[in-house]
């Protein structure tokens, strides 16, 4: 009798144990169901130039297509594809030049077929709001008063490249770069002047438009090499629809608006 009574209390106790897991099983189907599905989100790595105006795009992109979170990434472009390359979430590449992007296609990071040019920059020398110095030349920074001149660093930000190429043509490329301090990105290069860190410094046009209380432009500078921005699909996306829909929001005419709110060009 008592091995019998075991016996069936286990069975009563194993019979209830798995009603118990069903009717959590059932449950946890339930809440589930109520649970709204989790919004896409899209990676969006972008050179530091267009900070502003692609939080703007993103934040536009998202309204018009419920249920996307755009996840913006801002850096220097150089920095960006590596990361894209060593395997970094992204599911669209934006960069600040070519370089960069033609690098992003020979390590096969983005899809080829879908690169796009999407604006144009210009890169200008800036001085601090309250500078007397007068600058109208670039053979002006060879002055004794002028010590500091905030520079990117050309193997690894395109403003940095641009800049070389346009003091190269100068012949002043040297000169300049004995006084460099050079930065990381273009955005670090706008900090250096609006602090008063250096004398001047080299960025794009649209960055020196972010801070016009700080800032002031002393040289717009000319240049044979057109500053281009590409854009592509990345080849690790798993959302090369949504991705290429918001390469063709950027491209739209209310896309290339809020870009030229922002100083950029058409390419």
Known sequence: ?????????????LRRFYLTVAYGAVLSAMTLATVPAQAADLVVSAAASLTNAFKDLGSAFEQRNPG???????????????QIVRGAPADVFASADQTAMDKAVAAKAVQTATRQNFAANQIVLIVPHDSTLALTALKDLTQSNVKRVALGNPSSVPFGRYTQTALEQAGLWQAVLAKGVLAQN??????YVARGEVEAGFVFATDAAVMPDKVKVAIRIPSDQPATYPIAVTATTTQT????????????????????R???LKP
């Open 1 to 13: 009798m008592p091995a019998q009574f075991t016996s069936r209390s286990a069975t009563r106790s």
């Open 68 to 82: 996307v979170k755009v996840i913006n990434n801002f850096g220097a472009s150089d920095i960006l594809m590596q």
């Open 186 to 191: 273009v955005r670090q290069s706008l900090d």
């Open 241 to 260: 629809e949504l991705a290429k829909k918001y390469i063709a929001y950027v491209q739209s005419p209310e896309g290339q608006a809020t870009l030229a």
């Open 262 to 264: 922002y100083g950029f």
